[in-house]
């Protein structure tokens, strides 16, 4: 067993989180051969898809998330974040294809009518209403262990 796989093993078996963040189709490939290699220990991985970046002409882009979403992940462990003025659109997308969304200001700091969030709170608050507006709930703190914290 390769020190990465042994790690990874250590970590599922202490219960320890891992999150695993992908940035394109070439990173979710190579990740999807170390599962198969065995080097990921998790059934069902936490992944996080970063649509768009902090200093790039591409931003985010709705669609840009769907060629993500056809590459065998299960649903419930997948998450999203997104970069630039159309991130909400991403988020949003996201929440309704029934992956997660990450937000705060490590990814952006603009509320989606353009003013400048004050806090972290009113950015989460904002997603919080949109989600609900859609018909969908933010998950528990409980909720979020289950799904992000191994077996």
Known sequence: MSDCAELLTWCNTERVGI?????????????????????IPESRPNILLVVGRYQSVVPADARALMTFLPLGFPVSSWMICAFGAA????????ALLHGHVRIGFENGTILPDGRTAPDN?????????????????????????????PG
């Open 87 to 94: 991130g909400y659109e991403v988020l949003h997308s996201a």
């Open 19 to 39: 999150q695993y963040i992908l940035y394109d189709l070439a990173d979710i490939q190579s990740f999807q051969r170390a599962m198969k290699r065995g080097v």
């Open 121 to 149: 709170a009113a950015l989460v608050r904002s997603m919080r209403e949109a989600v609900e507006y859609l018909g969908l709930r933010g998950a528990s703190a409980e909720e979020c262990r289950a799904v992000f914290l």
